[in-house]
Structures are given as C-alpha cells and as structure tokens.
C-alpha cells in the first residue's frame, strides 16, 4: 500500500483522494485553506450554503452526474430554463435562441446570418486541432464579420483576457461554444442548466464523508511550500516536514513551479512548461435583495467601461424560496493578478461595482441589500494562447513519483467541475495502474 500525498483539497483533489482511498491506498490531504473545496467552495449566505464562484452543469456533463449517482446525490440535481442577454449601449438584449439573434438590433441582418452560421458551424465540427494556432480575434473577424466581432465577442475577449485577449486559441473558444450546443435538447431552442440542491457544498461533504470512511486525513491551514522530491518529502509553511511515496499537487501550475524552482532533479524543459503557464485572477461579489433587478439569468456586460465581465441574477435559475424569498446575485471579473482591485478592501470592491450595477439597472437601491460578500482568487483561469499545445505540462514529472492535477492540463477545454471529476479520475487510474 502506497502513502499518497494530495495537496490541495478542491474538486480535483478531493476526487482523487476518494478514488484512490477506495482501492486501500493510504491517503492525506493537505489544505492551504480552512475548508475544502478550492473554487467549487460554498459559504453560509444568510443561513443558506452558497457557492462562491457561480456555478451550473450541463446535461453532457457525465462525469458530475455518475458521480453524483455513484453518491446518491443524483436526486438533489434540479434542471431548470436557463436564459442569456447581451448588455450593450445601455440595454439587454436576450440571446437564448436563434430568433434572438434575428431581433438583435446592433447587428445588420447579413451580420447575424455570418454569426450564425459561425456559431452552427463550431457546435458542429469536431476538428479543434485546425483551431489551435488560430487567435480567435482573426478567426471570429474573418468569419463572423468585424461588427459582430466588435459588438459580440470583442468585450467578452477582452473582459476575460485582457492584454492577452488577442493571443488567445481559438480552439478553447471553440471548445465553449461546441460543449454549450451539445447541451441543448434536440428539437427545442432552449437551454436546460443543473444545479445542485443545498450548493455545491453537499457534494464536497458527500466525497469528504466517504474519504474518512476509507481512512484519508485531512490536514487544514496547510500550504505547501517546497518539494524535495530526492528524499519524496514536502516542507509546509508551518514548517512540517512529511514524507510521500506518490505526491499528487492539484494546485495551479505556477505554485507548483514555486515550490520545485531550485529542485536540480527535475527536468529544465518540465519546470519551463510550468513557468510559461499565465494566469488571471477572479474577483467576484455576491449580495442578496428582495429587489428583482432583471429578467434574465446571466448577462454578458459587453461594455469596456464595467468593472465586471458577468451579472449572474441566480435566482432567475434557482428559485428564490430556497434563500427566504430574496434575490441573489453575482458580479464576476477576471483580472491579472497584479491588478489594484486585488488589493481593495471587500467595501471599495462594492463601491465600484454597484456604482456601475446602477447604470445598467437605475432601480438598484443599495440600501435594500441584506446581504453582501466579496471573494477572491488569485489563480483562476490560465491563459490558453496559441502556443499553448506546448505548454501543457505532463501529468507525471519524468523521473518522479510526482503527479500535477489541474486544468491547465485539459486544452482545449476550460475549467468546470465536470472536467476537474473526468481528470481527477483519470490520474488515479493511471496511479493504481502503475
């Protein structure tokens, strides 16, 4: 029986920790935070659990649903109508089917007709690896028109990416619009998202529950530091000192580059893949209102001048009897990791967040929230550029007995909790058979 080591004690972690523990590996999970979860962690919103960062599955998610069924959690799934809008020059316009996108009204009709097509053809093709060297700003120019391209996908480029908007793959943006058309249900233009009764959170325990019964520890408040890995031993920042015969780091990439920088055994070109890996942080802010603001679940800000990317009215999806009758909402931004909003205060975030939320909705009374959080993560969504083939870090550091877990790993994919249980599941396979 081998002593596996899993640091970091989200998704990824936590799934491969209940994979492995399930064949009599000996398993301890160390934790940087107090709680397990990573970005699918939940908090106690007004007395109900809540996710942090917002989320939803779609139907083509089997990985989150045969777990959820190998759990017995399949019940708690609700299906529910999601709906979308475009919020451009001062008004949302919905585009949840393609009769919204004839009624869109910046666009020229042979713009629509370009954009749809565009859009049949990526849910349709398969053959991404023709996309991977392609910016997607070049690509949606070429075919989708400049002026879809600047009123459409352009702030939503630049919102996500920034300075590297114009750098990214266009077969990770493929790789959305082709996993959102698998998702609909044949035959009907609408869009079915699940969500989980009680959050997110009653999964995380569920997996944690089923880890202590097959005998794994969990270890909070325990952030790696260094890796040693000629002796198979890892140095915490309290200064503990715990030896491994497999290690497992579901962290993101640039940790794991930190933590094995001046190790001399491990390969150059391994520890540059790692160091050539970028990341953008989110900053996300959540309150709660009796006030209904919109019409729509989730709206796309496609304006420059907003400090967030996305406004997600979760109640539009969930219903609100589940938070005592009030609203919920998230404001969404992605930004570089050294931008300044990281290092303002949850009350300065607010500010300039519901100072923009009033322009889009005049009705907004801040004096009628009841309750409001800001949460923050540094390392959230790595750059997929189009060198990022290249870049992909192996799962096993050649030489080693140490394994990385994490999205950077699933090009052109991008992140979600359907594709953190598929790559949990997949390295701990790869881990028995060896």
């Known amino acids: 029986m081998s002593k596996i080591l899993i640091i970091g004690g989200g998704l990824s972690g936590l799934v491969a920790a209940y994979e492995l523990a399930k064949k009599g590996q000996a398993i301890e999970i160390f934790e940087k935070d107090n709680q397990l979860g990573g970005l699918a962690g939940s908090f106690s919103f007004n007395g109900t659990m809540i996710e942090k960062f917002y989320h939803h599955f779609f139907k083509t998610d089997s990985n989150v649903l045969n777990l959820l069924r190998e759990l017995g959690l399949d019940e708690k799934i609700s299906w529910l109508d999601s709906s979308l809008a475009i919020y451009y020059r001062g008004k949302a316009y919905s585009f949840r089917t393609p009769l919204d996108l004839l009624k869109f009204k910046p666009l020229k009709l042979w713009d629509k007709m370009r954009l749809g097509f565009s859009l049949l053809y990526l849910q349709r093709t398969n053959n991404w690896q023709a996309l991977a060297a392609i910016p997607a700003e070049q690509w949606l120019k070429k075919h989708c028109g400049l002026r879809a391209y600047e009123i459409v996908w352009q702030p939503l480029l630049e919102g996500k990416f920034h300075q590297a908007s114009g750098e990214i793959s266009?077969?990770?943006?493929?790789?959305?619009?082709?996993?959102?058309?698998?998702?609909?249900?044949?035959?009907?233009?609408?869009?079915?998202?699940?969500?989980?009764?009680?959050?997110?959170?009653?999964l995380i325990d569920a997996l944690k529950t089923e880890c202590e019964k097959n005998g794994v520890k969990?270890?909070?408040?325990?952030?790696?530091?260094?890796?040693?890995?000629?002796?198979?031993?890892?140095?915490?920042?309290?200064?503990?000192?715990?030896?491994?015969?497999?290690?497992?780091c579901a962290i993101p990439s640039n940790e794991f580059y930190q933590s094995l920088a001046d190790n001399p055994d491990i390969s150059p070109d391994y520890l540059n893949k790692l160091k050539r890996i970028k990341y953008l942080g989110v900053i996300c802010a959540i309150f709660s209102s009796p006030?209904?603001?919109?019409?729509?679940?989730?709206?796309?800000?496609?304006?420059?001048?907003?400090?967030?990317?996305?406004?997600?009215?979760?109640?539009?999806?969930?219903?609100?009897?589940?938070?005592?009758?009030e609203n919920i909402y998230y404001l969404g931004s992605y930004l570089p990791t050294d931008d300044s909003l990281f290092a303002k205060s949850e009350t300065e975030i607010e500010t300039t967040f519901f100072s923009y939320l009033k322009r889009i909705f005049p009705a907004f009374t801040e004096s009628a929230i009841t309750a409001k959080r800001v949460f923050k993560q540094k390392n959230a969504q790595h750059v997929v550029d189009c060198a990022y083939l290249e870049k992909i870090p192996e799962y096993r550091i050649p030489g080693t007995d140490i394994y990385l877990l994490n999205f950077s790993q699933i090009f052109p994919e991008d992140r979600g909790i359907n594709f953190a249980i598929r790559e949990a599941k997949k390295l701990s396979a790869r881990i028995l058979c060896n």
């Open 170 to 202: 266009m077969a990770w943006f493929w790789a959305r619009i082709h996993t959102r058309g698998k998702s609909r249900d044949k035959g009907k233009s609408g869009e079915k998202l699940g969500y989980l009764k009680g959050s997110l959170q009653i």
């Open 218 to 248: 969990f270890h909070f408040n325990a952030e790696l530091v260094k890796i040693i890995s000629r002796d198979k031993k890892i140095i915490l920042s309290n200064g503990e000192v715990h030896g491994y015969d497999r290690l497992i």
């Open 291 to 325: 006030q209904s603001l919109g019409d729509y679940y989730w709206y796309n800000i496609n304006d420059p001048a907003s400090p967030f990317l996305a406004f997600i009215q979760h109640t539009n999806l969930v219903d609100k009897t589940g938070y005592d009758n």
